[in-house]
C-alpha cells in the first residue's frame, strides 16, 4: 500500500452520507457535527442516539443514488453493504470511510486530539485503530496545556513575517525563538 496522504477537510454545510444505523455510526456523528457537516444517516433501524442526533434519516437499505451529491461517505455498516457503498463511492470518485473494514475503505479517521486551535490526527492506515487510540491519549498527555498561547505567537509572528517577506525557510527558528521568549518572558519554565 501506497502512503497515505494526511488531510483536514473542510466539511461545512456540505453533504456527508453515513450508511449504518448502530453504535459504530452514531461514533462518527459527534465529530461530522462538529464540523457543521450536513449529515444524511441511511439504514433501515437507527439507535437511539442517531434518532437525537439531529441529523437526516432516512430508514431503508442503501442505494447507489444516496451518495449523489455528497462529499464524504461513512459506511459503518456489515461488510456486503460497506463494499457496494465503496464500489458506489468510486464510481462517482467519492472518499469513503469504512469503519473497521479498511479493504473498503479509501479515507481512514484515525485518532484525534484538539486542544485550543491546534488539531493532532494520528493514523494506522486503519489497520489497528487500537493503537491509533492509544497513540492518542499519549500524544494529550504530553502536549503542553498552554499550547493555545504558542498558537497566539505563532499567529502573530506569521503575520509579521509575511508584511516583511521572510521567506518560509528561515521561520522556523523565528518561531522557536518567539516560543522561548514567551516563557522567559513569564519567569517560569513549564
Known amino acids: 500500500m501506497a502512503d497515505l496522504l494526511p488531510v483536514f477537510l473542510t466539511l461545512a454545510g456540505r453533504r456527508v452520507i453515513v450508511v449504518g444505523g448502530g453504535p459504530v455510526a452514531a461514533s462518527k456523528l459527534q465529530a461530522l457535527l462538529a464540523a457543521a457537516a450536513d449529515v444524511t444517516v441511511v439504514s ?5 442516539k442517531i434518532e437525537t442526533a439531529g441529523v437526516t434519516i432516512v430508514r431503508r437499505p442503501f442505494t447507489p443514488s444516496d451518495l449523489d451529491a455528497a462529499w464524504l461517505v461513512v459506511a459503518a455498516a456489515p461488510p456486503d453493504v460497506n463494499r457496494a457503498v465503496a464500489e458506489a463511492a468510486a464510481a462517482r470518485r467519492l472518499f469513503v470511510n469504512a469503519v473497521d473494514d479498511p479493504a473498503h475503505a479509501s479515507a481512514f479517521l484515525g485518532g484525534v486530539v484538539r486542544r485550543d486551535g491546534v488539531t493532532l490526527a494520528i493514523s494506522t492506515d486503519g489497520h489497528a485503530p487500537g493503537l491509533a487510540g492509544l497513540l492518542r491519549e499519549a500524544l494529550d498527555a504530553v502536549l503542553p496545556r498552554e499550547i493555545g498561547e504558542w498558537l497566539t505567537v505563532a499567529r502573530r509572528e506569521r503575520a509579521a513575517w509575511r508584511r516583511e517577506g521572510i521567506p518560509m ?4 527558528p523565528l518561531l522557536l525563538r518567539a516560543l522561548n521568549d514567551l516563557y522567559a518572558r513569564e519567569g517560569t519554565t513549564r
Not at 169 to 172: F, I, K, P, V
Request: proline residues 11%; positive net charge; glycine residues 0%.
Open 44 to 48: 433501515p433501524e437507527v439507535c437511539r
Open 169 to 172: 525557510n528561515e521561520r522556523r
